[in-house]
């Protein structure tokens, strides 16, 4: 017993009882656990993609740096120059919300953590916080990480060693995802400035057309109406009138075109949602109907005007039902269905101008790809892929949303949404083609 005892103690080299053993062992096995646990958190972070934003960012780290530290709420800083971006994040039902408060401030270049400190606490006040620094390679710092506590709490120099740790390794992601921001911007701007070249000469082409046409229309015009006074008997007046119809139609679009065609006219003026519905059909309807497509309008005559560019948005009507129509290309039955109807998003008022199809449908995966400049799923000459990203530069410039909502193999609708002024919008109608 002695020499086993003793061979133990060789072996371990624990000059102690077998009890005070193990309980050595086991928390040396709590330790490693703990140990490997961080290390996971840490690993965890490759699971963040350069896409999300930073509110995802923001809610992601505050769920996973959660298991291993104890915190009420968690902050990312980003500073964009005297800008201050506070990603805050608080868990609710068991989920991380994250909510953005923006300040401007005026600070050094070089800014301390007891300086952010200070800031912070303007904002979320008597709070007690654990706050690492977010600095890149020539040492400038652009933001920071900052567990918050209601009460004071003390976090043992491990936690804490962890915790910078954490940051040194999230520092290497949010880098990258500024650096993709900055980069995906920059392909946007250059995007925007090869389509509008595009429409550009697409305008000075559709503006001479329609100049040429203009003339021989106000003949066939003027005539047929002459002829329809003249003439008294029914048959050809039937045909008169036909005539006269068709040129008036064809006057409207040629009009159309020319409007469409003035870049200068990107000024914002009262728009009445119906009319720039009307007059995208009026550019577009008959390419749609020669395709056999059955297209049905849902328009509510009550809406209220908009601010806006009326060219800019019969642009993004006309982008979401080109692509509606390409959607729908091999159904049976083809249909589209445009609309317009007031809508409320966190209580403020917007007008909806929908375009809802039975065509082909998005795949879930591509939904977030589909506003990116140059996606497209059409082939190589069917489609470059601006559409939408172009079609959403505009709505964020009216300072409105555009939105997908999709079902594969089943129907596609999109709402580009506009804010309605104030003092108009009263109540919520139907919204939605089918609902
Ligand atoms: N109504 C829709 N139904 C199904 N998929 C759609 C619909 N609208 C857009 N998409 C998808 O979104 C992609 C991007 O659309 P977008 O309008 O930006 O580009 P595009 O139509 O491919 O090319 P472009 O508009 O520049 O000619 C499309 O390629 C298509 O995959
Ligand atoms: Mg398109």
Redesign the pocket.
């Known amino acids: 017993m002695d020499r086993k005892q003793e061979l133990i103690d060789k072996l371990t080299g624990i000059r102690s009882s077998r009890k005070s053993y193990y309980r050595k062992l086991n928390s040396t096995i709590e330790e490693l656990k703990n140990k490997n646990k961080q290390l996971e958190v840490i690993n965890q972070l490759t699971q963040l993609h350069v896409n999300n934003s930073w509110e995802e960012v923001s809610s992601y780290i505050a769920s996973r740096v959660s298991r291993v530290l104890d915190f009420d709420r968690f902050v990312l800083t980003l500073i964009d120059r005297s800008e201050f971006c506070f990603y805050i994040s608080e868990q609710t039902d068991a989920n991380w919300h994250c909510h953005l408060i923006k300040r401007q401030y005026q600070t050094d270049a070089a800014l301390s953590i007891t300086e952010f400190k200070k800031l912070l606490q303007k904002d979320i006040s008597s709070h007690y916080g654990e706050t690492v620094c977010l600095e890149n390679q020539t040492g400038k710092i652009y933001g920071f990480l900052t567990l918050l506590n209601d009460k004071k709490t003390e976090y043992s120099a491990e936690n804490l060693e962890f915790f910078k740790r954490f940051g040194e390794h999230t520092r290497v992601f949010i880098e990258n995802n500024i650096l993709f921001k900055d980069v995906s911007e920059k392909v946007n701007i250059e995007a925007q400035l090869i389509?509008s070249a595009k429409l550009a000469s697409l305008g000075e082409m559709a503006a001479g057309i329609a100049h040429e046409l203009n003339s021989p229309l106000t003949a066939i015009l003027g005539n047929s109406q002459l002829l329809m006074r003249r003439i008294t008997d029914e048959q050809s007046n039937k045909m008169l009138t036909d005539i006269y119809q068709c040129g008036f139609r064809s006057k409207k679009i040629i009009q159309n075109l020319l409007v469409f065609s003035r870049q200068e006219e990107y000024q914002f003026a009262d728009v009445n949602p119906n009319d720039a519905v009307e007059d995208a059909l009026g550019l577009i309807g008959y390419q749609l109907s020669v395709s056999e497509i059955s297209i049905k309008k849902k328009l509510d005559r009550t809406v209220p005007h908009v601010r806006g560019s009326r060219q800019q948005i019969e642009q993004v009507i006309i982008?979401?039902l080109?692509?509606?129509k390409?959607?729908v290309q091999e159904r049976k039955e083809p249909l589209i269905i445009i609309g317009t109807t007031l809508k409320h998003i966190e209580k403020r008022p917007y007008v909806s101008i929908y375009?809802w199809?039975n065509?082909?449908?998005?795949e879930q995966e591509?939904i977030s790809k589909?506003?990116n400049p140059f996606?497209?799923?059409?082939a190589k000459k069917?489609?470059?892929?601006?559409?939408?990203?172009?079609?959403l530069g505009i709505a964020e410039s009216h300072g409105g949303k555009l939105m997908?909502d999709?079902k594969v193999n089943e129907y596609?609708q999109?709402s580009l949404l506009l804010p309605v002024q104030n003092g108009e919008g009263g109540e919520e109608n139907e919204e939605g083609a089918r609902s």
């Open positions: 389509q982008n979401l080109l692509n509606a390409d959607a375009v199809d065509g082909i449908g998005i591509n589909i506003f996606f497209t799923t059409k069917k489609g470059t892929g601006l559409g939408l990203s172009i079609s997908a999709s596609c999109f």
